[in-house]
């Protein structure tokens, strides 16, 4: 993986993980449940 690669996929939110940071607004969130930051609303889906 390129280091250009490396940070573009550090901004995808990892829904492994237990908790994950909005990548627009930068909000903790649980991954539970969540297809969309209860911050601002951005959808991963
Ligand atoms: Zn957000």
Redesign the pocket.
Same mark, same amino acid.
């Given at each position: 993986m390129s280091p250009e690669e490396c940070a573009a996929a550090d901004a995808v939110v990892d829904f492994d993980a237990e908790q994950a940071s /909005?990548p627009? /607004?930068?909000?903790q969130f649980e991954t539970a449940a969540a297809t969309r930051?209860p911050? /601002?609303?951005?959808n991963f889906g």
């Open positions: /909005c627009a /607004c930068g909000a930051c911050d /601002c609303g951005l």
